[in-house]
Structure formats: C-alpha cells, structure tokens
C-alpha cells in the first residue's frame, strides 16, 4: 500500500498550510491514520490521528493549531496547520494502520521560515 502526501512548502510564520494523504484504497478500511513529522536532528514525532470511525487526537503541543480530517469519497486524509512557526519546520508524513501492519507515505517538506 503506497500513501501519497504532498502540500509542503515555504510558508511564512503565522501562515497556514493544508497537507493531503492519499491512499489507494479504501480510506475506513484502515483502522487509523496518522501525521507524523521529523525535523533535522530529532526524533519523529506524532501528530495527530484519526480512526476508522472518524474520532480525532492530537498531542497537546499541536491541538488547537492542528486540524487531521479525510473525505472518504476521496480516500485522502488532511492536515490543517494553522498558526504555523519556525519550529514546525520539518519532513511531514502519513500513516495507515490495518492490523499489524503500518504503512508509510514520502514525506513532504514544511519550512516556515520569513
């Protein structure tokens, strides 16, 4: 199973971006999505989530400026970022679970930077 991703780019500080996550097949046949991100020199880190059902989660040092969502006719995930800083500069990427097994996206490149 191969996720696309794409929508990175430069973006100024206080900007905003939405990235998109497409999968080839049925996106609620999957039991979450997930956005990660890995900046030069640090561990990834997570994101957000959304489960098959549509219920959403976010650590706290994004929830309020991060928004993950999908349209199942399209089979593509999203991630809203909003309020964007320099420090949400880094390798943006998606993941599908479905059963044990992980899938992963090519990262897109955010950098937020004036």
Do not use: H
């Amino acid at each position: 199973v191969q996720l696309q991703a794409s929508g990175g780019g430069l973006v100024q500080p206080g900007g905003s971006l939405r990235l998109s996550c497409v999968v080839p097949r049925n996106i609620v046949s999957f039991k979450s999505m997930a956005w990660y991100r890995q900046a030069p020199g640090k561990q990834r880190e997570w994101l957000a989530r959304i489960t098959a059902g549509g219920i959403t989660d976010y650590p706290d040092s994004v929830k309020g400026r991060f928004t993950i969502s999908r349209e199942i006719r399209r089979n593509t995930m999203y991630l809203q970022m909003n309020n964007l800083k320099p420090e949400d500069t880094a390798e943006y990427y998606c993941e599908a679970t479905r059963g044990a097994s992980e899938y992963w996206g090519q990262g897109t490149l955010v950098t937020v930077s004036s």
